[in-house]
Every structure is written in C-alpha cells, then in structure tokens.
C-alpha cells in the first residue's frame, strides 16, 4: 500500500489564482481530511469527509472547498488563493475501530503539500 | 478554535535521558494520538489510546490515557539522537464526532 499520497509537494501561487490539491488514499478508509499546519499553531482542520458524497466543515474552512466522489480520493480546491492561505496542507485518512459499546479511528498522515500565496 | 495544551513547547535533553511530555484539554476525550513529526515530512502515527488509564508502549514509547479522560503522557526512554522531531498529541471527543483536536507541539532536541 503506498498510504496517503499528496501532490504536489511545493507549490506557489499568485494572489487571486485557483489550485487543487490532490490526495489519494490506497487503504479503503472511510474518514479523509483537510489539515494546514502553521508556525506553532499545530495542525488546524479545514474539512473533512465521512464517505464517498458526505463532506463537512472543520475549524477553518473559508476559501477552501472539497468533494469526495469516490473513497480513494479527496481534493482540496482553493478558489482564490490569498497569502493568508500561505502554509503546509495535511491530508489523512482513517478506519473507523469498532470497540465495545462504541467505535473510534485513527488518522494516518499524507507527506503534505507546501503552499506559498504571493 | 479549541486547542489541546501541550508541554512542553521544547526540551533539550542528553541522549541517554528519559523525557517526558503531556496533553491537557477542558474537555473529555475517548480516543488520544500521539505523532512525530520530522522536518519536511507529514505527522507519523506513534501510539493510539481508546480507553481511560490505558497504558500501551512501542518500543521505548509508552503513552498513557489519563484516568480523567481530559489528560494524555508520552514518555520516552532512553532517548537517542534520531528522537529529535516535533511530537503532537491529538484528541477525540465522542464517538459520533470524527473532528480530531491537536496540540501545539513538543520540540525535541538530543544532544547526543
């Protein structure tokens, strides 16, 4: 299995211009997600996804849009690239583990993309 | 948005040294990961907790699940240079919400 794959890897953009950021998954994981990470903020959600044509918004979602027309893949679309979109984008994808009364999952992380918005 | 408290911010420690770091949240969580992450390169899955006061280890890894569900530790053991990375926790609310939250982070750094 090759795991979470992002492409790009770098990527620089003018103001104002639109981009995709592809993520692709091989493990047939229900879950994939949307992270930017910036400097000493930690890792920040943008959207996620609980299933082919189910998507939702996480904790910074303006400027960013998604689909998620088939399990393996889920693109993150930026509409109007802005400078403050500046930063590393994490896709990641979990399994959902069924426990005793309940059920949780665990996130594995793509490599990620890094952004740069002149 | 909400974020886990996390300490350490960074540590310098000598290889050899045990260390320690730990995860605080206002909220009750059912499920606590901990990651490395190592410059250019995305967040390594390290340690998975599901249950209040498990204990589980890989290699010189244990990570523990406070008794108060609002708590996570990782420790390492007898650290070496190639510990050296940023170490985040992350934790899960109820079981009906997929919304992970992270900490800021832990530097680690070996000074060999």
């Known amino acids: 299995n090759a795991g979470v794959t992002q492409t790009p890897k770098f990527q620089v953009l003018k103001t104002g211009q639109s981009m995709t950021l592809q993520c692709a998954q091989d493990?047939?994981?229900?879950?994939m997600s949307w992270y930017r990470q910036d400097p000493g903020m930690g890792l920040r959600l943008i959207h996620y996804?609980?299933?082919?044509?189910?998507?939702d918004q996480g904790e910074v979602p303006n400027g960013y849009n998604v689909s998620r027309s088939t399990t393996e893949d889920f693109p993150l679309r930026l509409l109007s690239a802005a400078p403050s979109q500046t930063s590393v984008y994490f896709c990641a994808s979990s399994y959902r583990l069924v426990l005793g009364g309940g059920h949780t999952d665990t996130q594995y992380f793509g490599p990620g993309t890094r952004l740069t918005v002149l | 948005g909400q974020q886990l408290n996390q300490s350490p911010q960074s540590m310098f420690i000598q290889e050899g040294e045990d260390v320690s770091m730990n995860c605080t949240s206002s909220?009750?969580?059912?499920?606590w990961l901990w990651y490395k992450q190592e410059p250019g390169e995305g967040p390594v899955l390290l340690i998975a907790?599901?249950?209040?006061?498990e204990l589980t280890s890989n290699g010189r890894l244990t990570a523990q699940f406070g008794i108060t569900r609002k708590d996570s530790f990782l420790n390492i053991s007898a650290s070496i240079p190639s510990d050296v990375g940023i170490y985040f926790c992350?934790?899960?609310?109820?079981?009906?919400?997929?919304?992970?939250?992270f900490g800021t982070g832990t530097r680690l750094k070996v000074l060999a």
């Open positions: 992350a934790g899960k609310g109820t079981s009906g919400t997929y919304k992970y939250i």
């Open positions: 907790l599901y249950k209040a006061g």
């Open positions: 493990m047939n994981h229900e879950y």
């Open positions: 996804s609980v299933g082919a044509g189910i998507t």
């Open positions: 909220s009750i969580f059912n499920t």
